[in-house]
């Protein structure tokens, strides 16, 4: 393998340690190297603490070593004063010579200022070491600063013969197991706000916590456009914050939570709302967990529409789909 790729495979490695703890922030991580080896490396832990370049440089044992390495980071450094100091101003610092980057960063106070000042300080720079996988890893936060709005995830769980839940609403069918309800709780983990409709936060009254997984509680979201919300459900509980829509569109709901700075939406909500997102086209992932169970009739999943399918995983006798919106 390309010595350049197997940094960067590093990198991406590092990054992906940060996944709960670096959003809002983009998740980065960075190797340096001398000489064949690595002599350093970190990754952007939480928002507000010190960036992966940071971390890395700070690792490294012996200072002098820096002046002959190549510094490996899988998202374009910063270049602007926020939480921590500009990460291309301490690059420079260290007199490291050479500056390899997976992707240019969106981010306004950002976008190519970082490799800019690199270039005029003399730093060899060179960016698009495995992009598309850069890319990937934080397709979140690029959604969120180039489309105004969060990475839209639609969830559920059906019947092997396509339905959602049974016609009698007073005997509800658990579609999911002890395994992929763990993995619900780690989704609801990585992402910030979970939206369900009215009628299921009347019928299944759900928490939408992370209790079966490490990490912070989404941001409650449900919808009420007719006042009927008893007040003894979970979601109103006072445990975890609750935003309560009365009559907003979705292009409304998006705008709040791009306002309030959640860059991922999960949609949990019944067959009428997450169609209403399909057909507004406003969705960018849909994980879909069919289980062996057939019931014969009742509410009938969504529909999706320009879907690709990204990945099929198996547990057991269920069957986890996720796809993808033809231009997310």
Not at 16 to 43: D, H, L, Q, W
Not at 123 to 138: A, D, H, R
Not at 153 to 168: E, R, T
Not at 227 to 256: A, W
Request: glycine fraction near 8%; aromatic fraction near 6%.
């Amino acid at each position: 393998m390309n010595h350049e790729l197997k940094y960067m495979y590093r990198c991406i490695q590092l990054a992906k340690c940060g996944e709960t703890g670096a959003p809002p922030n983009p998740m980065v991580g960075a190797v340096v190297v001398c000489n064949g080896r690595i002599i350093g490396e970190g990754f952007h832990r939480r928002c507000g603490g010190p960036h992966a370049e940071v971390n890395a440089i700070n690792s490294v044992t012996d200072k002098r070593l820096l002046s002959q390495s190549t510094i490996y980071v899988s998202l374009e450094p910063c270049a602007h004063y926020g939480k921590t100091p500009p990460c291309a101003d301490l690059i420079i610092q260290s007199k490291i010579p050479r500056v390899v980057i997976g992707c240019a960063d969106p981010f306004a106070k950002v976008n190519g200022l970082g490799i800019k000042k690199l270039q005029d300080a003399g730093c060899e720079v060179k960016v698009g070491v495995l992009e598309s996988e850069c890319l990937e890893l934080n397709h979140k936060f690029f959604t969120f600063h180039q489309k105004h709005r969060p990475w839209i995830i639609l969830k559920w769980a059906q019947s092997k013969d396509g339905f959602i839940g049974a016609c009698d609403t007073m005997n509800r069918i658990q579609f999911s197991n002890a395994l992929t309800q763990t993995l619900v709780h780690r989704l609801r983990a990585q992402s910030g706000a979970i939206l369900v409709g009215t009628r299921t936060a009347i019928l299944d009254n759900p928490t939408l916590t992370t209790r079966y997984w490490t990490g912070a509680n989404p941001l409650r979201l449900t919808i009420d456009r007719k006042g009927c919300l008893p007040e003894n459900l979970h979601l109103l509980d006072g445990s975890t914050p609750t935003v309560i829509y009365t009559q907003e569109s979705i292009e409304e709901i998006l705008n709040d939570l791009y306002n309030r700075n959640i860059q991922c939406l999960i949609v949990e909500g019944g067959t009428c709302l997450l169609q209403s997102f399909i057909d507004a086209g406003l969705w960018d992932e849909a994980r879909i967990e069919t289980s062996p169970a057939c019931i014969g009739q009742g509410t009938v999943a969504p529909k999706l529409s320009y879907e690709k399918l990204k990945s099929r995983q198996y547990l057991g006798k269920h069957c986890i789909c996720t796809y993808r919106h033809q231009n997310a």
